[in-house]
């Protein structure tokens, strides 16, 4: 997948850190749906739906897992030491830091996440 994003925000002419940080927001969301979206060992479809520009690039990351709005879940506690900090659950914070603009929506038994990453202007 991010071969793939590479080639086409390359081809876009998008900016290296927007491109940089939409290709986290990407793998981020997208692990997500691979890893937690389903209770069965079936087949399902990920659709990624891109528009890259020089200063912008829109994701929309359509799925028929369970229902999932990432927007609903509390930023982690921040660790008291790097001991203490946990491995993993870094991924919807990420996306937050990342995308200017985060929504959801269940359309259709269909998670549709859609984020916005933004450079400079």
Do not use: W
């Given at each position: 997948?991010?071969?793939w994003?590479?080639?086409?925000?390359?081809?876009?002419?998008?900016e290296?850190d927007?491109?940089?940080?939409?290709?986290?927001?990407?793998?981020?969301?997208a692990?997500?749906?691979?890893l937690?979206?389903?209770d069965?060992d079936a087949?399902?479809g990920?659709?990624?739906d891109?528009?890259?520009?020089?200063?912008?690039?829109?994701?929309?990351i359509?799925?028929d897992?369970?229902?999932?709005?990432p927007?609903?879940?509390?930023?982690?506690?921040?660790p008291?030491?790097?001991?203490?900090?946990?491995?993993?659950?870094?991924?919807?914070?990420?996306?937050?830091?990342?995308a200017?603009?985060?929504?959801?929506?269940?359309?259709?038994?269909?998670?549709?996440?859609?984020?916005?990453?933004?450079?400079?202007?």
């Open positions: 997948m991010s071969e994003f590479r080639h086409v925000a390359g081809r876009a002419g998008v290296p927007v491109a940089a940080k939409a290709e986290v927001c990407l793998n981020e969301a692990t997500n749906v691979i937690y979206a389903f069965d087949r399902h990920i659709t990624i891109l528009q890259a520009a020089p200063h912008a690039v829109t994701i929309a359509i799925d897992g369970r229902p999932f709005n927007l609903d879940v509390p930023p982690p506690p921040a008291s030491s790097l001991d203490t900090a946990p491995v993993g659950g870094l991924g919807i914070p990420l996306i937050r830091a990342y200017r603009d985060v929504e959801y929506r269940r359309v259709a038994g269909r998670n549709e996440l859609i984020l916005t990453v933004i450079g400079a202007c």
